[in-house]
């Protein structure tokens, strides 16, 4: 959207006037196009009718961002847009993240994320995280060129339900066996979901180097992610049920 195309959303459209659902499918627009400011408002707005911040993320950021995913997958929506629309998103949950802290509401997962060692591409992780951020998970990125101490730093201190990796060179993807492999040797490989992803990879090499998920884009990780969490906190609940 233009700065010309901006001022006149800001002329025409005065959030405060509509309804609560009009508000909703709004912000799904918004979203879409990645109107970050306009998307902050919303929230905020929201917030004052009192919405619940919980609410707030899975009725309108986590559903509107179910709605740029399924778009991305379907080849309507590219690498740019989406990031766009995420870093909107973004804005959107850095109002509601103190606010569900202070509620104690709990993401529907942690995920620890970061490209392996050897490679400085960030870009699909990066959109992996906001995607995952966006569907309600908790993401810890580590960044780059990630040895494999960082991962088990990472895994020891924030204990999460997910590691994901990321390689773009074939000369880095070996690595990831380094990292699982390495987790096997410590015993605790067990105790996370581990998924990988790059352009460079597939299903056949995820399943050799013992990952339990190969994502092949942003919107395919967080189904396989929340999926596999869901399955395994059901067998956690029978276990103790």
Known sequence: MSNVEELQYEEELDLSTLTDDE????MFDDMYNGLHDELIEGTDILLERGWAADKVLNDVLVAGMAIV???????????????????AMKGAMAVLRPLLAETGVESIGK??????????????KNLVSMMMEGAGFEVIDIGINNPVENYLEALEKH???????????????????????????????????????????????????????????????????????????????????
């Open 23 to 26: 508000l909703v499918e709004q």
């Open 69 to 87: 995913g399924a778009d991305f997958r379907d080849g309507i929506l590219f690498v740019p847009e989406v990031l766009s629309a995420a870093n």
């Open 111 to 124: 995920i620890v994320i970061g490209t392996v060692k050897g490679d400085i591409h960030d870009i699909g």
């Open 159 to 241: 204990k999460p339900d997910i590691l994901g990796m990321s390689a773009l060179l074939t000369t880095t993807m070996p690595y990831m066996k380094v990292v699982i492999d390495t987790m096997k040797e410590k015993g605790i490989r067990d105790d996370y979901i581990v998924l990988v992803g790059g352009a460079p990879l597939n299903e056949e090499f995820g399943e050799a180097v013992g990952a339990d998920g190969y994502c092949r884009d942003a919107a395919i990780a967080v189904d396989i992610a929340k999926s596999l969490v869901a399955e395994r906190r059901g067998m956690a609940q029978a276990a103790f049920g």
